[in-house]
Structures are given as C-alpha cells and as structure tokens.
C-alpha cells in the first residue's frame, strides 16, 4: 500500500467511463484493473432450476431472441417458455434480482449460449444500478483483491450527473462496501489538474458521446457543458455499413469461426461456422464491436485538413484482416469514417439520420437470418437519433459552444487552454486536425491545444488525476467519513463534492 | 471543489506583507513559491531583487511546476510607468503529472492568500511566460 507524508492512505480510485472502467490504487502510476463497463447477463439457471418463479431477464425480451432460444436444447427451451408465462403473472421488480451477471474482461468476452450483454452507463450516468454494483463488486474483490471496509473510496463522475445519482452512489458505498470514506469527483476537472491546469476547456471524445467542458478554478461551469451522443461507436457503426454496402461484408466475430481458409484480398471469406446456440443480438453486437475497434486502432486515421480523397489517397495503404479472413486494402478509406467528428453533415441529414437511406431499405437486404437482431439494432440507433431532432455538431463546434456560454472574460483563459482526451481522440493526426479547425471559429484569440502526455496516458487521464489527489496526506479532511454519512445522509455528497 | 488541501505554511505571512514587501517597500522584485517536498505545504522557494525579468525567467525550472509573484513594471505608449502584479502558475508541458496535479488543485489556496494580485497567468512554456506576452496581458488590462 502506499504511504505519503506518513499518513498512511490506502485509497482506491474507481473510473468508470462508457467504455472502459479503470480501477486501482491512489498514488500509483496506472490503474490496476482496466476492462469494458459492459456487463454480460442472463437468466441464472441454476436458481431457476431449484425456484420456478423465474423470469425473463428484461422487460423487453424480443421475438428474436425467444427464436433464438428455441434453437438451443429442449430443456432450454422449456425454461424459456416457463419464463414467458410467468413474466406476466410477476411483478417486474424480482426479475433482476435472479441475474447472473458476468464482468471483466474474460467475463464478457466469452461466448455462453443466452447470454445478452449490455453498457451499464447511459449518457456517462449510471442507468442500471445492479450491473453497475457488479462492476465495483468485480473491481473490489475480483481484481484488486481488497475488503472495501479498509479504504476510502474516490469515484470520478461525468459532470452533468445528476444530484440524485450522486447521493445514490454515496449510499451505495456505505451501505453495500461499508466504505471507511468516500469522494466524488468530476473527471472533466481531474484531466484539467492532471494536466496542470486548473482552467481549462475539456474536450472529452469517448465511446457514447463528446463532451466540452469548461473548468475554471477547479470547477466546473455547469452551464457552458455541451454535450452530444457522437463519439467511437457512431464510427463503429459507420464502418460495419460501409463495409456491408460497399463491400458486401458482414464480420463475422472471432468466436464463431471455427476453420478459415487463405482468401485473396477483397474475397469473400470462407470459413466454417462454429455451430453455437443461443448467441443474443447484444453479445454478437458487443464482439462486433471489438473487431470494429480492432480495425479503427489499426487503420483508421483524420486529415490534418478537411477531407479531401485525393490527399487521403496519397497517404498511402494500409491492410487489415478480418477475423474471418476476409482482407482488405484500403487507402483513402482509412480516412473517411473518422471524419465524422468534423463534418457530421458528410453523413448525417439535420434530423440525424443517414444521408442516403432509409429505414426500411435497413431492414430488407438482410440475407443472413442470424444477424437479424443486429441490424434491428442498428434500426433502434437509428430511430432513436432521429428523436433526438438536433444536428449534429463537430467537435470543434462543440467545443466553441461551450466557451460561447461562458463568461466573455473567461473565453480567451478557455481557449488557450484547451485539453483534448478520450480514447476517440486516438486517432493518428486527430488533435493536429484539431488544431486546425478550432481557431477558424474563433479567430480573435489564440488557441492552444494541450494533450495529456502520451497516447496510453490519455486512456487514463482521469484516473491518473485522481490518483495523486487521493494519495495526498492532505487530502483527508475532504473524505466524506462514514460517521459524518451517518449524520447527515446522503445528501452529503452534494455540499461536499462540487 | 476537490482541492488537494496543501495551503500555505502558516509562519509565511503572505497577506498582507507580500503585496505591502513587492509594492510599497519594494523589497523584491519577484517569489517563487514550491510545494515542500512532503506535499504537505506551500513555502517560499526563492525571493529576489533582481530587475532582469531574463532572471525570473531562468529561475522557473523546466520540468517542474512552480507558483511565482512577479512584480511587473512597463511604460505605457504615452508615457508614465505602470505596475502590475503578476500572479504565475507555471506548468511546463516537460514536468512530470504529480507535479502538474498537485500544483493545479492547490493554486486555489494560495491565491486566495495573496492580495492585490491584477494579472493570473496560467503558462506552460517560455513563450507564455515571456516579457512579450506578459506584456501584452498587461497593456490590455490597463487604460
């Protein structure tokens, strides 16, 4: 454990971000544990077996995944018919409490036959209370191996949670871990400290969303966030089209394969299914997902200047082999997709819907009956950016709204001090665009774009930050103790952590 | 706000003395402040009477975060000469992240102890912290 100024701390620092939850021990470099926030879950047979009053583990069981249960063993098949009925004779409340949840790395990764997976943060707020307390059970005990009863804990937050979710979080360190103390802190100001800042304009670009977020003095100026759902996965999602239209590619997750066979470049793959039963949408969705991820960290790239075919052309090819090994070549492909963050009205029409397509096209050249669930999937995302009637904005816009809604005084201090981070700001070339495109909206003041330290460091800024702020000996009096959460309740944390 | 909590040492009388030291009495032309080496506290690292500003500069360590108090004087393009005192936290993109963390969450706390402060600069390398730009902060805050 590590000790400063003799005061011996033993803090732990939780950060759970959209993608990926990093865990460790405060004064260390780099955190302990890393690994998805997506849980995996289903039905836990062996409590249904012994009780028969199981249920369906959502509210919303699709038809889709009922066939698909149909086609795994008979016995199986009973449990779910058993499940359908008795989902309309209980109440919804019991059902979650009988989930088999699945965590980590090798947990969720890992093919079982029924089993969904889901991201257990909405928005960057917690969404599903159980899965998000077996993500910390995971953390505490299965990874850093320790009794939470003997550490206080620092949790880092998305800066737009909302008061309710903070105070249920504190209750659910004392109660649940028994935690000795317990601290929240905005990520947005532990990246401005971590890097050595404390005003600065926080531009946060992850896997659900991206966010600008104005710091000044430590804190956080509520009404200058701006925020908006196009981040990594939009990318994700536009590569897995490009390649099912342009290329007539559906990927097919490493876990299915069973024999591949050497294609030529651009071939369709031949390859033997493993015959498994009982994959979900979301599971298949979820490994879809890390191929694509796979595919973005090797190839893909952003233009220092707007997107321009011929310049990406010449940048010369890079190959990439799909688990299944179908291959390509691509060039100034490489480029495209990323350029969403720059120019969403390349892709997306002002209702947020793709430009050149329409649901029901979506639906109907769909040839392979397994991958159903995924391209409903695909339709629901759709759906739901049209709800959501705003036009995207870039990332460059995004961060002068925010520096807009502040203080005319404050704005040159923001713009001089302009931290970028989140893993889909990794992109080779990224920040350098950056650079470019934010000081043509503002032109009267200097820009300056700063990066926390090296590209692995930037996976973890937050955590970083929180890490050395937990470890200082001084940093004890801000500990909410359990003896003061027993005085004053929960609503502690709002008068303590701002 | 999550505030390190490293404050300034209580025997350094900072306020009021520093301003009434740099303004009135002109004793020093600039300080610089550390963090002790316990992370515990903020103390006086350097004081000096040098007028060479080259100095104050070459006095910041390159890969190191450090607070400084500079007292800044200028002439106005229609003569008569200004003064400002300038408030410095100084982050190299070079120091290393605990420095930077530590540094960035306990300004607060000495800022709040220094009076009379008219100009924050928030630098990370030379060009910020030069007689240049400082100067320019200056001119645009003064009429």
New interface residues.
Partial sequence: MPTYNGDEVNALVLDVGSMWTRAGFAGEESPYAYFPTSVGYMIDSDSESSKNNKKAPEQNPTIESNNENAEKNDSMDVDTETNKNEKSTNDSEKSDTRLKYYVGNSGISLFRPGMEVKNVLADGMVDDWDAYEKILDYALYNQLRINPEEHPIMVSEASWNSAEKREKLTELMFEKFKCPGFYVCKSAVLTAFGTGKSTALVVDSGADFSSAVPVYDGYVLQKGIVRQNLGGNVISDLIVDYLKEEQNYQITPLFEIKRKERVEVGKQPIFDRRDLGGITDSFRNYMIRQTVLEYKESVCQVLEYPYDENTASSRGNKSFEFPDGFSLVLGSRRFYEPEVMFQPNLFFNKDRTRIGKNLENMNTDKNDENINGNQNMNNNTNLERKKDAHEYMSIQELAYRAVSKCDVDLRPHLLHNVVLTGGNTLFPGFTERFSNELPKLCQSSRVRIHTPGSTIDRRYTAWLGGSILASLGTFHQMWISSEEYQEQGTSIVNKRCF | ???????PTPDLHLTPTLSHHLKLKKAYKFIIFKISD???EIVIEKTSESKSYDDFVSALPPTD?RFAVYDFTYEMPDGGERQKLCFY?W???T?K?????????S??AI?KRLDGINIEI?C?DLDEVSHKSVLEKAMRTSR
């Fill in positions: 706000m999550a505030s390190s909590h490293i404050t316990d992370s515990k975060c936290s982050s190299p993109d120091a992240v605990k420095p930077k963390m530590l540094y960035a969450s300004k607060d800022r928030q990370t």
